[in-house]
């Protein structure tokens, strides 16, 4: 009887569709059918699938590679699993990206790893950072140029690198100056993840230490990695980011190859005293990694690339020279979210 | 045939039997001498920072070198390259040890690491020069050996191969000191990616052509079995703890992980014991040796083959050379100086010889310069007379012009006189004419 919002629309609905006959109670009258919504979405993103760039950043011999290996489950990454690694370590910092479809579920994920070999392997280090600060941006401009021309494309290919895993090496005592000096430049341009490598040599104590070090570091030299305290939501967001956030950096260790161990078939590493479970919490954190990097905010990267860092670029090249055709409305800042 | 090799052991024999002369116990005696005099070692470790360099320190000699007390240099950040040394006695069975730990934090640290072995190659020679200086004084009672007997090199157990900073630097030290790479933070590996990274390593070891140091072969068969031993496992493995754990009812020092516990002194998880007895209870005397034999005497031949060409220390660069010219053992200072008053006397001649040349050039010259004046004086002299004679022609040339002259007006004045005279007669005849 009371003028709450259902009856209004029974009201409603019994309006707009006249030959609307319904048998049951209110509950159903009441059914629009706008959560459905999220069922249409899901279809037409499995039919088109979705892609997602992810870039990793470390010195050669971290385990990058096999780490990409273990996240996917297959082997995406540039060398396939093998113990020859007979490369030469490069002379300049490369820029080589791989592209795979991987499918799970009826969904299709378009997934390229872009490998940066050679990136801190130099005696002299200086300005290694710079290749890859051009490809990111490179790939922003490429965006951008398909999003300002007359007659675009239906779906822009999206090239831009949504995540970068910096790998930290596992001293045990602090960060290392390129670390601190890559990470400041390419905070601003990129989602940066930083992981700590080959966390296997560490004893626990040593690990928890080292990450206490590690966070206070990055604090002091102001480098914001993802998830960024300045993009939270809301209050649920907030204090579910801050959890990852105080877990951060995750130590991870990857492995491809599979031992027996209580009679399941594990991911590990057989060294002569035990085996490294990969997917065991109390071993290393990689399923915190897997489950924060693809099952909770894959989608959140991908925004976060394209309405900040995206925008920020976009916002900057338009102001340079103004000579792309401005499209008005370019203050949509981080503000507004 | 038998019979003369029977005669020499019987020969050899019977010596024995005379009696003990007692000099079987020479070794006695030296090992005695040394241990009341003790020993010195000195150990350089190198590397970037947080590979376990200070524990394995900590782990080898069984000390905490670097306490809470003393933090070590990894708990201390750096931004350059520094060599620190931190000494330490330590006692064993009656015998002491004078060691010192070289270390060198900030060590591949920076971004920019040109150069960053700079500071290390100074220290190494300064420590060769010191033994130098000390070895030529006079006085030369004490001579404390600060030179480095060995540098650990760690390695990063990245399971790649080695980085350009680690063959750059093991280019440039395997001339100046014994280098022995390790493996560090073994634990990292499982055996197989231990083997594949040794093997890889050792390949490119030889392909940049390093030499890492060597042990020695022995004549003692088993004793080249442990070295060819240590050899397959070169560069070892290691890993360092001082942390004590209980594993199975036993106590060993390792490292605890949640899936097992990494023991450091047992053979299959790393090669720490061999590194600690290849180190310590068989080759540091050997190291030391190839030191002061090899390593020092290259410095020293370079630092005095610069010295010798300015004449100072002469005598001492005909001394010990390096172990691979032919060497004269050291000249008895008679010698010495008779040899020096050979040098001195033919230099003197020389000297004479030249002085000699020198004068004579000098006296030719001379009398070249003289001949020249006195052909130009020569020459002068006939220009002159020959001016002189022109002007005397030109005279002569004028007068006869001028006699042709006067005798041109002499002749003109007879005919004007005549002509005179003739006019004068006619006129005469015409007065006298007129009367006819």
Redesign the interface.
Known sequence: MANTPRSRVNLLSKAISGTHSSTGGSTLLGYIGIDTIIEQMRKKTMKTGFDFNIMVVGHSGLGKSTLVNTLFKSQVSRRSAGWARDEKIPKTVEIKSVSHVIEEGGVKMKLTLVDTPGFGDQINNDNCWEPISKFINEQYEKFLKEEVNITRKKRIPDTRVHCCLYFISPTGHSLRQLDIEFMKRLSHSVNIIPIIAKADTMTTEERQEFKQRVRKELEMSGIEFYPQKEFDDDMEDKSDNDKIREAMPFAVVGSDKEYQVNGKRVLGRKTAWGVVEVENPNHCEFAQLRDFLIRSHLQDLKEVTHNIHYETYRAKRLNENGGLHPISSSDTQESNL | METGGFIVKSLVQQKNLEGYVGFASLPNQVYRKSVKRGFEFTLMVVG?????KSTLINSLFLTDLYSAEYPGP??R?KKTVQVEQSKVLVKEGGVQLLLTIVDTPGFG??????NCWQPIIDHIDSKFEDYLNSESRVNRRQMPDSRIHCCLYFI??????L???DI?FMKRLHEKVNVIPLIA?A??L????CQ?FKK?IMREVQEHKIKIYEFPETDDEEENRLVKKIKDKLPLAVVGSNTIIEVNGKRVRG?????????VE?S??CDFTILRDMLIRTHMQDLKDVTNNVHYENYRSRKLAAVTYNGVDNNRAKGQLSTKLDTVEGMSPLAQMEEERREHVAKMKKMEMEMEQVFEMKVKEKVQKLKDSEAELQRRHEQMKKNLEAQHKELEEKRRVFEEERSNWEAQQRLEQQKLEASRTLEKNKKKGKIF
Request: a negative charge; hydrophobic letters at 20%.
């Open positions: 970037e920072s947080g590979l376990g990894s708990h950040i640290d920076a971004v920019d690491n040109s990063a157990p990245s399971g790649h191969g980085k350009p900073l750059e933070k634990d990292t499982t055996p197989e990616e594949q890889q490292r605890q992980y949640p899936w097992g516990v990494a023991e047992n299959d998880h």
